[in-house]
Nanobody, 122 residues
Framework: QVQLVESGGGLAQAGGSLRLSCAAS????????MGWYRQAPGKQRELVAR???????NYSDSVKGRFTISRDNAKNTVSLQMNSLKPEDTAVYYC????????????????WGQGTQVTVSS
């Protein structure tokens, strides 16, 4: 069993900053990709940023240059530094990890965090 614990959401003003963190624990052999997704009311969940175990990052065009994703492989944590926040960044943010549970099982599975609310006021 794997647990993803997110922290750091909350309320910010436009132009402000927030930092999200996510810690993965439990039955984990290896983690390939760690990422953040978000879902605004009435919209589909979308990728915000992702980072591989080797440090390769991808960002959605809407956050590029404003958000920075990072990870600590030794601690199985991933963070999202969000700067220059805009009201359209308001959403529930979800941590997601693609992992292998054990050495003997080669399949990769995705686990999701419970979500943390980010609200940006204008």
């Amino acid at each position: 069993q794997v647990q993803l614990v997110e922290s750091g959401g909350g309320l910010a003003q436009a132009g402000g900053s927030l930092r999200l963190s996510c810690a993965a624990s439990g039955t984990i052999f290896s983690i390939n990709v760690m990422g953040w997704y978000r879902q605004a009311p009435g919209k589909q969940r979308e990728l915000v940023a992702r980072i591989t175990s080797g440090g390769i990052t991808n960002y959605s065009d809407s956050v590029k240059g404003r958000f920075t994703i990072s990870r600590d492989n030794a601690k199985n944590t991933v963070s999202l530094q969000m700067n220059s926040l805009k009201p359209e960044d308001t959403a529930v943010y979800y941590c997601a990890v693609d992992l292998r549970y054990t050495e003997t099982k080669s399949n990769t599975y995705r686990e999701w965090g419970q979500g943390t609310q980010v609200t940006v006021s204008s």
